[in-house]
């Protein structure tokens, strides 16, 4: 039978410079570290700017792929650097052919980039679009409030980008509409009960439409019961 070998608590020396590899080895981890690193670095100059700046969801998942393979080498002594290497070669190869069949096929395209999709139309939520992209509104409308966007009344069209980032293309300030607030404070006053006769925004889709005074009311859009008092304010910039 193998007896295990007791670990002492606090063992400096284990701590800092481990048990098995000898005080010199900390100059090959410092050797490996420095090749490992100028590797990464050739790996993202051969992948150019936008492979540092908008990583697509291929980009992603080599720059993942990329980390153990960068990392490991640098002080496992038992992992040769040669090793390594390898993995980025064929990482760097598989991104090349992708890239090429991106070019040549749409459908290729499509599914390793994604695709931009509109997730909000004349100031309306696209509810199907916006729930296929597994966003939640607490997420979407922070975003928006990054562009000084006070309700979905001033906004004509926004796309979620295959990079995650949203694009929104603004009304003209004679255009802007009645929309759904999205201020924090404001949207969690959302109520179903109507007391006043007037203009009212559906929390979930922001539909807006004339509501009489009545317990409840459901969205003629998406059949939901909470409701805001729609907003009119022109866009500060």
């Known amino acids: ?38 590797l990464i670095l050739l790996t993202l100059r051969i992948m150019g700017k936008r492979g ?19 990392g490991d080498p640098m002080f496992y002594e038992d992992v040769p650097i040669m090793h390594a290497v390898a993995v980025f ?29 509109c997730i909000l139309e004349d100031g309306e939520i696209n509810l199907s679009a916006f729930k296929s992209q597994k966003l939640t509104y ?10 000084q966007v006070e309700h979905l009344g001033q906004v004509r069209k926004v796309y979620l980008e295959s990079t995650g980032e949203i694009s929104l293309y603004f009304f003209e300030e004679s255009a802007i509409k009645a929309g759904l607030p999205i ?39 998406c059949q939901q019961e909470l409701w805001l008092e729609a907003c009119r304010t022109k866009r500060i910039t």
């Not at 540092?52 to 960068?70: C, D, M, N, P, R």
């Not at 607490?138 to 562009?147: D, L, T």
């Not at 179903?192 to 009212?200: M, R, T």
């Open 89 to 117: 070669a064929v990482i760097l190869a598989l991104y090349v052919l992708f890239n090429y069949w991106t070019e040549q096929s749409e459908r290729v395209e499509t599914w390793l980039e994604g695709k931009a999709t």
């Open 183 to 221: 201020f924090p404070e404001v949207l969690a006053q959302a109520r179903q009960e109507i007391s006043l006769i007037g203009w009212y925004a559906c929390k979930s889709c922001g539909h807006v439409q004339e509501l009489q005074p009545t317990p409840k009311h459901a969205c003629s859009k």
């Open 1 to 38: 039978m193998l007896l295990m070998k007791e670990t002492v608590p606090f063992d400096w020396s284990r701590i800092w410079l481990g048990e098995e590899a000898p005080l010199t080895f900390l100059g090959e981890v410092l050797f490996r570290s420095v090749l490992m690193y100028l």
């Open 52 to 70: 540092i700046k908008q990583l697509s969801l291929f980009e992603f998942s080599i720059i993942l792929a990329l980390g153990s393979a960068a």
């Open 138 to 147: 607490r997420e979407f409308f922070g975003e928006m409030r990054q562009y």
